[in-house]
T-cell receptor, first 117, second 113 residues
Framework: GAVVSQHPSRVICKSGTSVKIECRSL??????MFWYRQFPKQSLMLMAT?????????EQGVEKDKFLINHASLTLSTLTVTSAHPEDSSFYIC?????????????FGPGTRLTVT | AQSVTQPDIHITVSEGASLELRCNYS??????LFWYVQSPGQGLQLLLK????DTLVQGIKGFEAEFKRSQSSFNLRKPSVHWSDAAEYFC???????????WGAGTKLIIKP
């Protein structure tokens, strides 16, 4: 089946620094990737949708200058949390849509736990 | 606006017992509905989905769900749970404008030995 990886799985950084999270589709080409944020005991919140080769579309209320998304190839998307603050601590999940699959099919990465101290 | 409600934050079931996780949605037309499972250290995995047709949908790992339009529900069921089923379960409905998913808050399933 389709596999999506994320790296790192956990990261701790100091307030004010930037952190990059990678999302890779390992055995398929992903024209679209999604980035979610999940708070403890809560559901997934869609942050942005990125299409390969174009700018990401951010959901209302998500700061695009703070959460930089790059989808440079059909197998890689990155999320950079710039000038991180403790309130950015969360679980970040990416998903990818297989270009040959259905429009509703998404494959999810295992997530990245970000802790900002 | 579309929305999904999972009324149970957590459910505890004895191993071998039957399971039903509730999901209610708000949507004007025929919804596209999904159930996902999230286990620690693993990505969300699709259990099953409903697009149209037979209202009883079979999924992986012995799960099934029934779409009931009159009740705006899409409850997940399993006749006999295993300890490995302990996880977080999410119901979702597709937003028709851009095929993205709207998620319920999730239900944590705890299995008693």
């Amino acid at each position: 089946g389709a596999v999506v990886s994320q790296h790192p799985s956990r990261v701790i950084c100091k307030s004010g620094t930037s952190v990059k999270i990678e999302c890779r589709s390992l055995d398929f080409q992903a024209t679209t990737m999604f980035w979610y944020r999940q708070f403890p005991k809560q559901s997934l919140m869609l942050m942005a949708t990125s299409n390969e080769g174009s700018k990401a579309t951010y959901e209302q209320g998500v700061e695009k200058d703070k959460f930089l998304i790059n989808h440079a190839s059909l197998t890689l998307s990155t999320l950079t949390v710039t000038s991180a603050h403790p309130e950015d601590s969360s679980f970040y999940i990416c998903s990818a849509r297989d270009r040959s699959g259905g429009l509703y099919e998404q494959y999810f990465g295992p997530g990245t736990r970000l802790t900002v101290t | 606006a579309q929305s999904v409600t999972q009324p149970d934050i957590h459910i505890t079931v004895s191993e071998g017992a039957s399971l039903e996780l509730r999901c209610n949605y708000s949507y004007g037309a025929t919804p596209y509905l999904f159930w996902y499972v999230q286990s620690p250290g693993q990505g969300l995995q699709l259990l099953l989905k409903y697009f149209s047709g037979d209202t009883l949908v079979q999924g992986i790992k012995g799960f099934e769900a029934e779409f009931k339009r009159s009740q705006s529900s899409f409850n997940l069921r399993k006749p006999s749970v295993h300890w490995s089923d302990a996880a977080e379960y999410f119901c979702a409905v597709a937003r028709d404008s851009n095929y993205q998913l709207i998620w319920g808050a999730g239900t944590k399933l705890i299995i008693k030995p």
